[in-house]
């Protein structure tokens, strides 16, 4: 299988290649040309396996470059029990139609979990297959979870180097511990000042420094990406999508062939864009509904056609989504209109006046598979002590957006398909506001919260969570955006 640019339909590379560049060198981002298909049998015999071995079968279809070896191994190691327990992403019923896709039992508490404990293999395998002998630096501009899933999968990998940037003051305090108590030799991670659109926009710029990455070279380092951009995290998102549905049909909740509705809190839109490809190749999907937070430009944007980033910044208690630029989106554009030209236009337009109006026919393309909706923080808060109270299910801030706009979406369209609603991060991550929403006791540090939210819910804390009590802080400060070159070259090549 080979990869095309949504910027230039012209390229074509590799699987291993365009994981290896994560970006290309025109911005644009790189997807397939042409896509696998999982018949009924197969996601039948999907349903059969494990949750590696069903991530190994998905990533496989893609991958032509990796054997199936390869890719069992790496699934065998990066989803052990060890890691994710013994039930990597467990769909827990929440309702007669809504059914919560758990995808919080990794290290870090968070699904890009499931992402960043793969591409580590991924990465550093297809360095190894187009003769790369330089160091690989992956530099990541995150919201608040992407930082420190990727600095566990990469921290102390040989041949890798890993530079995180965050947004100054735009994360929780675990989510920013996480980060700056991270151990290993070969990571860097610092704030930017402003928000996490500064830093994307930052990191994107240094990709595509043909003079910055020249002198990167010359001291034996090559840039990577591990955020989202790069499609070896996209991958193993579509996996996921696959094992919930087999666990609904293996429980009973639908039977096999029976089409499911798909909601995901989302900001870059990688998330849902992961169960849109999962849908192109099999996966029966009536309508994904996309949940965002007061940076509402994705539910503008499927409303109206209209995307614009010119509007009030908002931080929230689902920090992960305040994002106004929303990378993957590109990649859907691509999807539904098929013309990179088009794309690029639209890409021109958002760089150069922040905002863009797609075609009448790529709105309606976009609106026939994806409806929308929005929750402000007290709407996701409501949502916390409703449902809590309702059913004992605690959920996290960005699960309670998605939980809402689920609950809105069905109102208004009487649609009762079952649905899989996507969790993704752990209540333990945001105790205050969890606490909050509650009208429970929000006296005292972070890990009394931590014991507080235990407490109340009846829950363990992760240990990788709790652990940050006695954590040092090595990463302080903050930096400007115009320092990020610099930052790197200090901390990697002195």
Not at 105 to 119: C, E, I, R
């Amino acid at each position: 299988m080979k990869y095309t640019c949504t910027r230039d339909s012209g390229v074509s590379v590799s699987a291993s290649q365009a994981i290896l560049a994560g970006i290309s060198p025109d911005g644009g981002l790189f997807l397939p040309e042409s896509y696998p298909r999982f018949s009924s049998d197969d996601i039948s015999a999907m349903a059969k396996q494990g949750y590696p071995e069903r991530a190994a079968m998905v990533m496989g279809a893609f991958l032509g470059d990796f054997s199936a070896e390869e890719l069992d191994s790496y699934a065998s190691a990066a989803y052990s029990r060890a890691k994710f327990g013994t039930v990597a992403a467990p769909v827990v019923k929440l309702s007669d139609s809504a059914h919560i896709l758990e995808l919080f039992h990794g290290p870090t508490s968070a699904f890009k979990d499931f992402a960043l404990q793969m591409l580590p293999y991924l990465l550093t395998a297809s360095a190894r297959k187009n003769g790369v002998n330089e160091d690989i630096v992956i530099l990541v501009a995150t919201s608040g979870d992407t930082g420190k899933a990727a600095l566990e999968g990469f921290a102390d990998v040989e041949g890798t180097k890993i530079c995180v940037f965050y947004p100054n003051g735009g994360t929780s305090p675990i989510q920013k511990l996480q980060m700056t108590t991270q151990k290993g030799k070969n990571v860097l991670v610092t704030a930017v000042d402003g928000n996490f659109d500064d830093a994307q926009t930052g990191v994107k710029a240094i990709f595509t420094d043909a003079e910055y990455n020249a002198e990167l070279l010359k001291a034996g380092l090559r840039l990577s990406s591990a955020n989202s951009i790069n499609w070896g995290r996209l991958v193993p998102q579509v996996a996921y999508y696959f094992s919930a549905y087999c666990d609904l049909v293996n429980s009973g909740e639908v039977s096999a062939g029976q089409p499911v509705n798909i909601c995901v809190p989302t900001g870059n839109f990688g998330n849902i864009l992961a169960a849109r490809i999962a849908e192109i190749c099999g996966l029966p999907v009536n309508r994904f509904i996309c949940a965002s937070n007061s940076n509402n430009v994705l539910t503008d944007f499927i409303s109206t056609g209209v995307y614009d980033r010119n509007r009030p910044f908002y931080l929230t208690t689902s920090p992960s989504m305040d994002i106004l630029i929303s990378s993957n989106l590109e990649r859907l554009l691509y999807i539904e209109c098929g013309s990179s030209a088009e794309v690029k236009g639209y890409m021109s337009s958002l760089s150069k006046e922040g905002k863009y109006q797609v075609s009448d026919s790529l709105k309606q393309a976009i609106q026939a598979r994806f409806d929308c909706g929005f929750a402000d923080d007290a709407m996701a808060a409501d949502t916390i002590k409703r449902v809590f109270a309702g059913s004992g299910y605690l959920a996290d801030p960005h699960t309670a957006v998605a939980i809402n706009v689920y609950d809105a979406y069905r109102a208004r369209t009487g649609d009762a398909t079952p649905t899989v609603i996507a969790s993704t991060a752990s209540p333990f991550k945001f105790p205050l506001s969890v606490l909050k929403a509650l009208d429970a006791d929000c006296s005292g540090g972070e890990f009394e919260l931590l014991d507080r939210v235990a407490k109340i819910s009846g829950l363990t804390p992760p240990q990788g969570l709790a652990g940050l009590k006695d954590a040092g802080e090595r990463f302080i400060g903050s930096i400007p955006p115009a320092n990020m070159r610099s930052f790197i070259s200090k901390g990697f090549i002195g």
